[in-house]
């Protein structure tokens, strides 16, 4: 802001620090824009809509959901680097427009120089299941399988670049074996022919593999973290397979918080902290756990920043080490 003029008409900088503090402290004084880069019924939507109805009850203004989905979120992503940095756009999204797709394809923005973020808002791991009747019960005998039968396995993926591609490609990398990939347009699709026996493996996001596995018409083998999900404590972790290359595999997608570049760090600390409250609620808790997801959020916005930063240099590493570069 230019202090010039003001300090022409008698306003010293530290009066004019102490009115713009004023104006962030009455934060928010009118309709705040949520925007979610993803269509309705997504899992996004289910946080985005969720958190805005929230910060709505605690903060005393509308915050007013607006869906821009299309390219992977990045359409959204986009729509939020225009948009006036003043604290009234938001934008809640998933990892893919943030840290997967910049290291696979060229976008026109940059995700740390052009993003603040806000707070983390909730996780969930990749499942790895298989038909109902498959003879696979556990991971381990997929891997012998795959290995004494190179390109007899296949696995669906959800398009090139996507985070269920890049994890089983890692995951062929770290346990040495073939997989044949089948590409998909989404996960619907690739559940389908599943369930339906025209593909045997994937690698699927954990809310709909969760609800897919209660309904029984699949089994989860291994969910892609260390440790078991307490939302899925009987399915195994990777590294219960004592596999080297699996011991610390992760792949984990999630959901967070982001304002414009130059938003003011007073507004970010205000969503930050509602954000915060929110998550803690236990009925958010329980809409979250019945889609699959963890309600988690971050100590700071510097800590959540710290989180992204560390998950984008994961998937760099990915695309470097399977020769993904951006096109």
Not at 76 to 95: C, M, Q, W
Not at 127 to 138: A, E, L
């Amino acid at each position: 802001m230019n202090f010039s003029k003001w300090v022409k008409y008698g306003f010293t900088t530290t009066a004019l620090c102490a009115l713009i503090n004023t104006a962030v402290a009455a934060y928010p004084e009118r309709q705040v824009t949520t925007l979610i880069t993803f269509p309705p019924g997504n899992s996004a939507d289910l946080v985005g809509r969720t958190m805005a109805q929230k910060l709505q009850e605690s903060l005393g203004q509308a915050f007013v959901v607006d869906n821009k989905g299309g390219a992977g979120g990045t359409i959204g992503i986009e729509h939020l680097t225009r948009s006036k940095a003043d604290g009234y756009t938001f934008t809640i999204t998933s990892l893919s427009p943030v840290s997967i797709i910049p290291v696979t394809k060229k976008v026109s923005y940059d995700p740390i120089k052009d993003l603040v973020p806000i707070s983390l808002l909730a996780q969930g791991p990749m499942v790895i299941v298989v038909h109902k009747d498959s003879p696979f019960n556990t991971i381990q005998e997929v891997i012998d399988y795959a290995r004494a039968n190179p390109g007899k396995l296949n696995y669906g993926s959800l398009g090139a670049g996507t985070i269920s591609q890049l994890t089983t490609e890692l995951f062929k990398e770290a346990t040495q074996t073939d997989i044949k990939e089948i590409p998909y347009k989404g996960s619907a699709q690739a559940l389908s022919d599943l369930i339906g026996g025209r593909i045997q493996l994937l690698f699927d996001g954990n809310a709909s593999a969760i609800r897919q596995m209660e309904a029984g018409t699949v089994k989860g083998l291994a969910v892609t973290i260390p440790q078991r999900s307490p939302l899925m404590p009987d399915t195994p972790s990777l590294a219960e397979t004592n596999i080297a290359g699996l011991k610390n595999f992760t792949s984990q997608g999630w959901m967070g918080a982001f304002a414009p570049a130059g938003t003011p760090p007073e507004v970010i600390k205000v969503l930050h902290e509602k954000m915060q409250d929110a998550l803690k609620a236990p009925e958010v808790v329980e809409r979250f756990n019945a889609s699959g997801l963890q309600a988690i959020g971050s100590a700071t916005p510097r800590d959540f920043a710290g989180f992204v930063q560390e998950d984008l240099n994961r998937w760099q590493s990915a695309a470097k080490m399977l020769n993904l570069k951006p096109e």
